[in-house]
């Protein structure tokens, strides 16, 4: 980037807070710039002193380097300025803890005693390990009767249970991993909620041949098993806020990301009526990458490099491609608020650049 761009960007009004809900999350088709659109928005939201924490939940961390910053697994304050903080969820090491914070052997036995290999059945995923023997009351799948969804997205929905009610935070962005796992994640409350009234009523089923094994396990398992229960009542009671959480439209904005090409627009339509069976709200659409005078976009001048559609005959093509795929989603913008975010000249990274996507998202 020139001297002449770098003083460009800098002159332009960097948005001072936004309009938003408490939590925002971006989804949508992997590559399309979900992570930028979280970063851009969190620094927005930060500038007016609104204590903004932005988590990614992509196992492909990328938010680091569009910060520019070193960001742990945990929230951490990354800015001295403004209230900032940022997390990038590592769910090999959440998984390690126990995809639902709960250690399997808190059911007191009752895993081993139902065969398989515990409440999750085959592990991450819940597939069946080879060679593994049916499970006598789960079959193979477990004891639940049904698969466990990716441990990886059952730890970052765990640890955005902590982060949704964490007192430090006004407000909470979240870029969201690629389209199917974030579905995955969503269907987790709803799943994660089933899993653990079935355990509840396994607990219950077996109370009584608990208590006369309970010389097999000793008193310490037993008392472990009741806390381990209690535990996951708790659980369920959480899930169920996050639940309400998300389907409140004065808390949560779901925002999908999506570039103007075909494939990206029929994957963002499946998401958005997906999305609608979740009962998820959607208000806002992020057309990004348009080819497009940066100018065009923000509706002021600035002196940032933008496709020449008159002599670049690739531009023009290009250009072409995106209005086709833009007016195939007409129907996907009715009744959203449709942002658009103009393809750069250089890689979004660091605050100037940032700054431009934020002031197209406002």
Request: glycine fraction near 10%; include cysteine.
């Amino acid at each position: 980037m020139s001297e002449l761009d770098v003083e460009a960007v800098d002159d332009i009004d960097a948005p001072a807070g936004i309009d938003a809900a408490e939590y925002v999350l971006y989804g949508g088709k992997g590559g399309v710039g979900k992570t930028t659109c979280a970063a851009a928005t969190a620094l927005a939201s930060a500038r007016d002193d609104t204590a903004t924490l932005v988590v990614s939940t992509d196992p492909a961390h990328s938010l680091s380097d569009t910060l520019e910053a070193d960001i742990p697994a945990t929230p951490t304050r990354i800015r001295e300025d403004i209230p900032l903080y940022a997390a990038e969820i590592d769910p090999e090491a959440a998984v390690g803890e126990g995809p639902l914070g709960v250690e399997e052997d808190a059911l007191g036995g009752v895993g081993e005693l139902l065969g398989g290999d515990g409440m999750f059945g085959g592990g991450a995923g819940g597939a069946a390990g080879a060679g593994q023997a049916e499970d006598p009351i789960g079959g193979e799948e477990g004891l639940l009767g049904g698969s466990m969804p990716g441990a990886d997205e059952a730890a970052a929905l765990r640890l955005l249970l902590d982060y949704v009610d964490d007192d430090r935070f006004d407000r909470v962005v979240i870029d969201t991993a690629p389209t199917g796992h974030t579905l995955r994640l969503l269907e987790l409350p709803e799943t994660m909620d089933s899993m653990v009234g079935k355990i509840l009523q396994l607990r219950e089923r077996f109370s009584g041949m608990m208590d006369n094994l309970t010389g097999m396990f000793g008193d310490d398992q037993d008392v472990d098993a009741e806390a381990g229960i209690e535990d996951l009542r708790e659980l369920s009671d959480r899930i169920e806020h996050l639940r309400s959480i998300l389907q409140d439209s004065r808390k949560t904005d779901f925002r999908i990301v999506m570039v103007p090409e075909e494939l990206s627009v029929v994957e963002s339509e499946r998401l958005l009526a997906q999305l609608d069976e979740f009962n998820i709200p959607v208000s806002t659409v992020v057309v990004n990458r348009v080819m497009q005078d940066p100018s065009e976009v923000l509706g002021e001048d600035v002196d940032i490099a933008g496709p020449n559609h008159a002599d670049c005959e690739f531009c023009a093509r290009r250009w072409q491609v995106q209005q086709d795929a833009l007016a195939r989603s007409q129907d996907m913008f009715r009744g959203h608020d449709v942002r658009r975010v103009p393809l750069f000249a250089e890689e979004v990274r660091g605050e100037r650049l940032l700054s431009v996507v934020a002031a197209c998202l406002d």
